[in-house]
């Protein structure tokens, strides 16, 4: 990592510590070389710094392009490997910059669903993740986060925030062995939809680790 990387993450990361209490499993899941798609539920505006902060490598991420244009924290952001990107339109433009890190050997964050859920089920992914995956021919890394949604409970009910990485997938392993790997958005809606079903094994596996601790 770049030491100002390296640095910025240090006080993210102590700072979430003490609100989340954080905790974190499955990081030897991540690959520390490569492109690779680091796909995440998303239900809260703490799950990007938390997962860059979890994972054990530099992560790039999208973020709307509104977002740069706050004063400094525009440039905060994008000093930490932001990539802008315009919601409700097909940004080829950022996609296309994403695509390129993804085949220089970057990780890049992305959430499925596209956008926060903020009930904090999961939902149905869109195509994109699939897209990055089969465009920069890299595997995709299933996460789940829990309890990010839920500030309010932080103190109050003791709500703690849980990380889980799961095992890098390829692509074409998600596509199905079988499957028509034709690129187009079937290909892409259906590596978005095993993907999801990925997440979903994380929070299961979350669930009952949680209740073995309860018991």
Not at 92 to 103: F, I, V
Not at 185 to 206: D, F, N, S, T, W
Request: aromatic content about 6%.
């Amino acid at each position: 990592m770049r030491g100002y990387y390296s640095a910025v993450l240090l006080l993210a990361g102590g700072c979430l510590r003490v609100l989340t209490r954080y905790s974190v499993r499955g990081r030897k899941h991540v690959p520390l070389h490569g492109g690779v798609i680091v796909a995440s539920n998303h239900a809260s505006y703490f799950d990007p710094p938390l997962l860059a902060c979890a994972a054990p490598r530099e992560v790039h991420f999208l973020a709307k392009e509104e977002l740069f244009r706050i004063p400094a924290f525009g440039a905060l952001i994008r000093s930490v490997n932001a990539i802008p990107i315009r919601r409700g339109v097909a940004d080829l433009s950022g996609l296309s910059r994403a695509t390129e890190r993804l085949r220089a050997g970057a990780a890049l964050l992305m959430f499925p669903e596209g956008s926060r859920m903020r009930d904090g089920e999961l939902h149905s992914a869109r195509p994109g993740v699939g897209m990055m995956a089969v465009q920069a021919d890299v595997p995709i890394v299933p996460a789940y986060v829990s309890g990010s949604h839920r500030e309010k409970d932080w103190f109050t009910r003791g709500v703690r925030v849980r990380v889980t990485f799961g095992p890098a997938r390829p692509w074409r392993e998600l596509a199905g062995a079988d499957s028509d790997l034709t690129p187009g958005r079937a290909l892409y809606q259906r590596i978005g939809a095993a993907v999801m079903r990925e997440i979903a094994l994380l929070k299961a596996e979350q669930e009952r680790s949680a209740s073995r601790g309860a018991a």
